[in-house]
């Protein structure tokens, strides 16, 4: 085995058309140009994690525009959903390119995915099952080393307005990694931001959004002029990890 670079792309907000910008940003051609300069600088990765918002509004249109633009990519892809998307559409969209799964061995490495998704709801929430499930993985992988991915961020990023819609029950996530060691760390999106706490040893990391990022500790919404990043992550061998992120133009 030898280390594993896994990326971590996040918040692509990918519209229905080419016509229909958000907040002025065309988030497709964003995300292409971070996707070239990917291919060009930082091509031999192992696996893609998606997590989540990979639509703005859910519609089978945006999943088969990502689809197109992802396509390139003969590695790995794991995905899960945030609040803008629609998981069925999501699945059955990406199907082809990307496994909508709740775990996956990358070399030693164990990476977990949850669903944080509450029906109609902006902020999220992880049901028994989810909790139950992760607990039953982490029970039975004591010495694998593993990533937890969630979309919604388990503690305060300091920003008042994201908070109110971080994951709810957050406390619940953190009890239990709190006593399983070999989770190292927890990385999430929905925060359009960098973020790197170490909490009860484990590092919590926000990953900034593919299109635009909000500005850090603000506590009402407003938009950071940071351009569009993302996340890697080096997995070592040995349950010991690097990880920073990169921005377009980088
Ligand atoms: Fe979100």
């Known amino acids: 085995m030898s280390t594993q670079r896994l990326l ?79 998981l069925l559409e999501m699945r059955d969209q990406l199907r082809k390119i990307a496994q909508c799964v709740h775990s996956a061995d990358l070399g030693t490495w164990r990476l977990l995915m949850l669903n944080s998704q509450q029906a109609g709801k902006t902020e999220g929430y992880l049901s028994e099952d989810e909790l139950s499930r992760l607990k039953l993985w982490l029970d039975h992988g004591k010495n694998i080393p593993s990533l937890v991915a969630v979309h919604h961020p388990p503690c305060s990023i300091h920003s008042a307005w994201m908070d109110a819609i971080n994951l709810q029950n957050g406390d619940e996530l953190l009890d239990i990694v709190k006593s399983h060691h070999q ?35 603000r506590d009402e919404f407003d938009i950071d002029d940071k351009p569009p990043g993302y996340r890697w992550f080096e997995l070592h061998d040995n349950g010991e990890f690097d990880t920073d992120v990169t921005w377009l133009g980088d």
């Open 8 to 86: 971590q792309l996040s918040d692509c907000h990918i519209t229905a058309d080419a016509d229909t910008q958000l907040r002025g940003y065309d988030t497709h051609e964003l995300l292409r140009k971070l996707l070239e300069q990917i291919k060009k600088r930082d091509r031999h990765f192992h696996a893609l994690l998606l997590s989540g918002d990979l639509s703005d509004r859910g519609s089978a249109e945006s999943y088969q525009r990502l689809n197109a633009l992802l396509s390139f990519c003969k590695k790995p892809i794991y995905a899960l959903p945030g609040n803008h998307d629609q």
């Open 183 to 217: 989770v190292k760390a927890i990385s999430f999106g929905h925060v359009h931001q960098a973020f790197d706490q170490t909490i009860h040893g484990v590092r919590l990391l926000g990953t900034p959004s593919t299109c635009f990022q909000f500005t850090p500790e």
